[in-house]
């Protein structure tokens, strides 16, 4: 575990303890649910009591509706708010409508029972540690409409087999899929700049990865750890940030023996495949101008 997943967890453990000691904090339960209101919309979200942890709040199969209609007033439903399932282990299911545009940090974090999520089109970013430690979820459908995935969002989802990221997302970030012992593959589409930090850290069952031209930055340690991963194709033309000397991006890829850097990749940077010991081949396109220390 990283010092920063170290902290968030402990962070998050807090901040479930404080929800506990509150008051009530809804405006309303409406068939098992709770809802916040705004205007004329709702948000999904979590009860407050002083008796009750949010763990039994949610359980079993939840249908989300696209409105709901309180004290005579009808509202749209737009948003899961922040932690709204927060630790709700015997959540197995969850309905999103199409009318949620908002998926809040830590909206399922620790769902540990949740199987499978199809999240609506509308929604445009899947909020921090939105899915963090959902070791049960298998699967995962990401629209075309969401453009970021925040930190930590599928840490240690490590139920996680497979994932496609829409072409719509342009960064992946810190952490995102940490943890994710189970994935074998993902597809990273050309509209992303940016990987974060950690990104793939320890996902020791991929065995291939693609970067495509599109990125620019791959953060510190970003697929350390990924013992099995055996093909690496860099397609990035022209990456400036890859790691670092001390936190390089392949550390600990043992099983990387083949890299494959495509034509048009103008430059290679610094620290860009230290610790990549079992490199046996790597040829070099004529388009490269520049290797890094």
Known sequence: MTAKRLYFTSLLTILFLMAESKASAYDAKINGIYYNFFGTVAEVTYRFSDTSSNSSTYSGNVVIPASVTYNGKTY??????????????????ITIPESVTSISSYAFSYCSGLTSITIPEGVTSIGHYAFYNCSAMTSITIPESVTSIGDDAFTGCSGLTSITIPESVTSIGDEAFTGCSGLTSITIPESVTSIGHYAFYNCSAMTSITIPESVTSIGNLAFN??????????????????????????????????????????NIPACAFSGCSGLTSITIPESVTSIGD
């Open 76 to 93: 749209s439903v737009t948003s899961i708010g922040y932690s709204a399932f927060g630790g709700c282990s015997g959540l197995a299911s």
């Open 225 to 266: 750890g990924c013992s099995g991963l055996a093909e690496v194709y860099f397609n990035a033309t022209n990456c400036t940030t890859m790691g670092s000397s001390y936190y390089p991006v392949f550390n600990k890829c043992t099983s990387l023996a083949t890299l494959n850097i495509g034509d048009n990749v103008q």
